[in-house]
C-alpha cells in the first residue's frame, strides 16, 4: 500500500488514518473455512500432496490438485460466505505515524495489520510506501532543501537583505553581498530537513538568479544607459566576468588571424 504526503508532513510527521482493502478472517465460519466446524481432511485425489500426477506418452506431468487446489486437505462442508477459503476481501482502517524527517521511498511497518492467515492462521505485517510529492517552492536533496530565488538586479549589485520562506511556514532573511552573481549559493545552517531519530536538521541552499528589469520607462532607460557609459569609462572593471570573457575573444580572433 503506497500513501502520498507532502514535503511539509515529511519535515514534521504526522498521524494519519488510512482505509484499506484487505482480506480477513471470515466471521462467519472463524477463519477455518467449514459451514460446521469440522477439521479439514486429508485430499483423497493427492493424498495430502498438494499435487497430482499424469502421465502423457514418455513424460509424466505434474500439476497442481484441482481438488484441494495445493493445500493438501478439502473441507467437506465449506462455509457458504468464504467458499472455504477462511478469508474474505473487506475493508478496514488503520492508524499510521509518520516520523518527521521520513524520505520518498521509504516503508513504514505496521505488524499484524496485514492479510489474514489462511484458515485461521495468523495476520502477516502492512507495509506502507512512502509517496512524498513535488514541492513548489523546495527541492529536497537527503536532509538538505534547495530553492532558487530571484533577486532585483540592483540588490545584487549593492547589496541587502531578502527574506525567504523555510520548510516550517516561517521567513527567514538572507543577507545578500554585494556583487551577488546568478548561480551563487547562500547557505542558511539548520534550515532543511528533520533528521529522522534526529534532533539536527538539514541545510537550506538559496540558489540566487538575478533578475533584468524589464519595461522600462525613458528615465529608467536614461539612468540605465548612464551606468552602461560609466562602467565602459572604467573599462567593465565592475563586470570582470565579462571582461574576462571578452579578453579570451580577442586571444581567439588573434591566434586564428595568425
Given at each position: 500500500f503506497s500513501l502520498d504526503i507532502t514535503l511539509e508532513d515529511a519535515f514534521k510527521g504526522k498521524d494519519a488514518k488510512l482505509k484499506i482493502p484487505i482480506v480477513e478472517t471470515c466471521s462467519d465460519c472463524k477463519g477455518t473455512g467449514s459451514a460446521d466446524g469440522g477439521k479439514p481432511e486429508k485430499c483423497s485425489d493427492c493424498g495430502g500432496a498438494g499435487r497430482v500426477r499424469a502421465q502423457q506418452g514418455f513424460f509424466t506431468i505434474e500439476r497442481t490438485c484441482p481438488t484441494c487446489n495445493g493445500n493438501g486437505s478439502v473441507i467437506k462442508s465449506p462455509c457458504k460466505k468464504c467458499g472455504g477459503g477462511g478469508r474474505v476481501r473487506g475493508e478496514k482502517t488503520v492508524q499510521i505515524s509518520i516520523p518527521a524527517g521520513i524520505a520518498e521511498g521509504q516503508r513504514i511497518r505496521?505488524?499484524?495489520e496485514g492479510e489474514a492467515?489462511?484458515?485461521?492462521?495468523?495476520?502477516?505485517?502492512?507495509?506502507?510506501?512512502?509517496?512524498?510529492?513535488?514541492?513548489?517552492?523546495?527541492?529536497?536533496?537527503?536532509?538538505?532543501?534547495?530553492?532558487?530565488?530571484?533577486?532585483?538586479?540592483?540588490?545584487?549589485?549593492?547589496?541587502?537583505?531578502?527574506?525567504?520562506p523555510t520548510i516550517e511556514g516561517q521567513k527567514a532573511s538572507i543577507k545578500i553581498p554585494s556583487g551577488t552573481q546568478t548561480g551563487q549559493q547562500l547557505r542558511l545552517k539548520s534550515k532543511g530537513m528533520n533528521i529522522m531519530r534526529s534532533d539536527t536538521r538539514g541545510d537550506m541552499f538559496v540558489?540566487?538568479?538575478?533578475?533584468?528589469?524589464?519595461?522600462?520607462?525613458?528615465?529608467?532607460?536614461?539612468?540605465?544607459?548612464?551606468?552602461?557609459?560609466?562602467?565602459?569609462?572604467?573599462g567593465r572593471k565592475n563586470t570582470p566576468q565579462s571582461e574576462g570573457f571578452f579578453t579570451k575573444v580577442k586571444d581567439l580572433w588573434s591566434d586564428l588571424k595568425e
Open positions: 505496521l505488524g499484524g492467515g489462511v484458515r485461521g492462521g495468523s495476520s502477516g505485517d502492512l507495509f506502507v510506501l512512502i509517496n512524498v510529492k513535488p514541492h513548489k517552492f523546495f527541492k529536497r536533496e537527503g536532509a538538505n532543501l534547495h530553492c532558487r530565488v530571484p533577486v532585483p538586479m540592483t540588490t545584487a549589485a549593492l547589496g541587502g537583505n531578502l527574506d525567504v540558489e540566487i538568479f538575478v533578475e533584468t528589469p524589464v519595461n522600462l520607462d525613458k528615465k529608467q532607460i536614461d539612468i540605465m544607459k548612464q551606468l552602461d557609459d560609466s562602467l565602459e569609462k572604467a
